[in-house]
């Protein structure tokens, strides 16, 4: 959602997210978390990073 706002910036965050029924509240905790990702999303990255690692290490086969 908030990659399609970026694109149309004309458009006005405020008209869309009423068009789509999303409150204003809901927009800004999306771009609050792009910034500023929550604990656990910084984990499960690490973690994905990891997974990705040890594939890569074993030539695909884990």
Do not use: F, K
Request: proline share 3%; hydrophobic share 30%.
């Amino acid at each position: 959602m908030t990659e399609l706002l970026d694109e149309h910036a004309h458009l006005g965050v405020e008209l869309v997210l009423r068009e789509l029924n999303i409150p204003s509240s809901t927009y800004y905790r999306w771009r609050q978390a792009e910034t500023e990702p929550c604990e656990r999303r910084r984990r499960d990255i690490e973690l994905t990073d990891r997974i990705r690692q040890i594939h890569d290490e074993s030539g695909g086969i884990y």
